[in-house]
């Protein structure tokens, strides 16, 4: 999925959106992550749930300028970014597609369960056109219970609230639509849904195929990086899109390339017979992972030698055109 394939996929929603129903479901600490409850909300405000989170679609996705779709496993650190989850889907967020699938999901009974056991909301947006499911984390800020004191306006004076009582804003983590899994809030991946175990597996592949091609005198070194998930998530990218690994590139190509871009030469060396890459500082260790990635580039027109992270292959732009 592109960005112009997810715009596409989101537009019919909004085309229609006096017709589209919205529902709600939470996820409770207590029930643990496969167990929506759907929650009971009067008819009154649910126009205005609907509003709101099509709003921050609109805002996220549909207006946002340079906005990029990757796959997750590839991703780079662009600032505007969506992610499509491409890797193992943990079990806090399978139960997004559970609310697609059925209709049969047990009302969440307040008379028996705090607003303070609420994990996160699910947003289910649609109707016979498709179904549009969003993830929102509710932050401890969000839920107001009765261990606090609270005021509202009642006309002309103020009353106290004695129940307890939700704050939903605009924004959220995840979506699902179209049975793709995207991923808008990286940062809040990376914190929980054991996403970095998942990533951890993807990037020992990366260094497995670094260790095949015997390039480096010192890979144990690369390993050590494992615990980082910045650097887990580089090395999932390496197993699943290097360039150079791809191509098959000759060792001594290799080798002959950081001797003399600018960028690399001096700064990466290599074992006393000059047929390997010692890795045996943080810098050289960064610039070998973006050499694998085939980050530094040379202009055919001006000669001059760059460092990109967002490429887009030229090849597959002039295929797309061709059709």
């Known amino acids: 999925m592109n960005t112009a394939e997810l715009r596409a996929a989101l537009q019919p929603f909004f085309d229609r959106i006096d017709e589209i129903g919205v529902s709600v479901y939470a996820i409770l600490k207590s029930q643990g992550d496969l167990a929506p409850r759907k929650l009971d909300i009067?008819?009154?405000?649910?126009?205005?749930?609907?509003?709101?989170?099509?709003?921050?679609?609109?805002?996220?996705?549909?207006?946002?300028?340079?906005?990029?779709?990757?796959?997750?496993?590839?991703?780079?650190?662009?600032?505007?970014?969506?992610?499509?989850?491409?890797?193992?889907?943990?079990?806090?967020?399978?139960?997004?597609?559970?609310?697609?699938?059925?209709?049969?999901h047990s009302l969440l009974d307040l008379a028996e369960s705090d607003l303070s056991d609420i994990k996160a909301l699910m947003i289910e947006i649609g109707n016979d056109i498709g179904q549009v499911v969003l993830y929102k984390t509710m932050a401890p800020v969000n839920i107001f219970g009765r261990g606090s004191f609270f005021l509202k306006k009642a006309r002309h004076r103020l009353e106290q609230i004695n129940d307890e009582f939700l704050r939903v804003s605009a924004g959220f983590q995840f979506m699902r639509v179209n049975e793709e899994l995207l991923v808008i809030d990286l940062h809040a991946l990376e914190r929980s849904f054991g996403f970095h175990e998942a990533i951890v597996r993807e990037a020992a592949l990366g260094i497995s195929a670094i260790e095949s091609?015997?390039?480096?005198?010192?890979?144990?070194?690369?390993?050590?990086?494992?615990?980082?998930?910045?650097?887990?998530?580089?090395?999932?990218?390496?197993?699943?899109?290097?360039?150079?690994?791809?191509?098959?590139?000759?060792?001594?190509?290799?080798?002959?390339?950081?001797?003399?871009?600018?960028?690399?030469?001096?700064?990466?060396?290599?074992?006393?017979?000059?047929?390997?890459?010692?890795?045996?500082?943080?810098?050289?260790?960064?610039l070998f992972i973006k050499l694998l990635m085939d980050d530094f580039l040379t202009s055919e027109l001006t000669n001059f030698h760059y460092e990109s992270v967002a490429k887009d292959s030229v090849e597959e732009a002039a295929n797309v055109d061709a059709r």
Do not use: W
């Open 213 to 286: 091609i015997s390039i480096v005198e010192n890979p144990d070194v690369l390993r050590e990086l494992l615990d980082d998930v910045k650097y887990a998530r580089r090395f999932t990218k390496v197993a699943r899109s290097s360039p150079v690994l791809s191509a098959r590139v000759p060792n001594a190509s290799i080798i002959q390339f950081c001797r003399t871009f600018p960028k690399l030469a001096g700064r990466i060396r290599f074992n006393e017979a000059g047929d390997k890459i010692l890795l045996d500082t943080q810098v050289s260790k960064d």
């Open 42 to 104: 009067e008819g009154d405000a649910l126009p205005g749930l609907k509003a709101l989170f099509m709003q921050s679609i609109r805002e996220e996705i549909m207006e946002r300028d340079e906005l990029a779709v990757l796959d997750l496993s590839t991703s780079d650190e662009r600032a505007h970014a969506i992610y499509v989850y491409d890797i193992d889907v943990p079990d806090g967020l399978a139960a997004m597609a559970s609310v697609t699938e059925t209709d049969n």
